[in-house]
């Protein structure tokens, strides 16, 4: 509306509320205290409609999180038939792409850090990783208990959010260990491939 009534300000003036919840660098997303579609309030639209809302109006520094947020929601939302909600087919193949390759890089970065490294035994006797280098079952089970938790965050399937361990006991120094690995894998693989793996160049060429 703001282009078909010649408002340029308004227009300018709502693309500069969008930057904060669709960041494209990683302090920015850090930051941010909304993220998404949760910027246009209540009710709020289908990610499917605001990527596509982004790419009708150019809005190209949104595109990669926009389609990520995409991402996130699953292949049935993505194939979403409903009006507004249908994603161009060259856009879809894309986010459906990077999503898995995505999810892929994070998955071998983690199978990396924990089988390849040694992370140690840890001395706290409440502590998973509370198992000494000679028993090797329990110290196999220890890891894989770690690996199942390392590759995503807080939100299913979502790479860029921050590590839960949810009901597994981890001390606060082997904790603070394993979640900057997962910041470094977050910020140097996940965030860093988002533009490209979802369809446009990197951050800086947006």
Known sequence: MAIKYGFSDVREALIEDLKGAYPSKWEDFVAARVLG?????????????VLNLFLEQNIKFALPFAAYRAGLCGLRALISDNPGNVLPRVTLASVVHGMGMIRQMMTHATYGFIYKRDLGVCPDRSCVLNAGVNHTG?????????????????REGDMLSPLSFGTLRVCVIC????????????????????????????????
């Open 37 to 49: 579609e949760d910027v246009f309030g209540s009710p709020k639209p289908h990610p499917n409609a």
């Open 175 to 206: 904790a603070k260990r394993l979640e900057k690995i997962h910041l470094g894998c977050r910020r140097e693989l996940a965030w860093a491939a988002l533009p490209s793996l979802l369809g446009w160049r990197d951050w800086e060429g947006l």
């Open 138 to 154: 329990a110290r196999r089970e220890a890891l894989n208990k770690i690996f199942d938790v390392m590759p995503f965050g807080e």
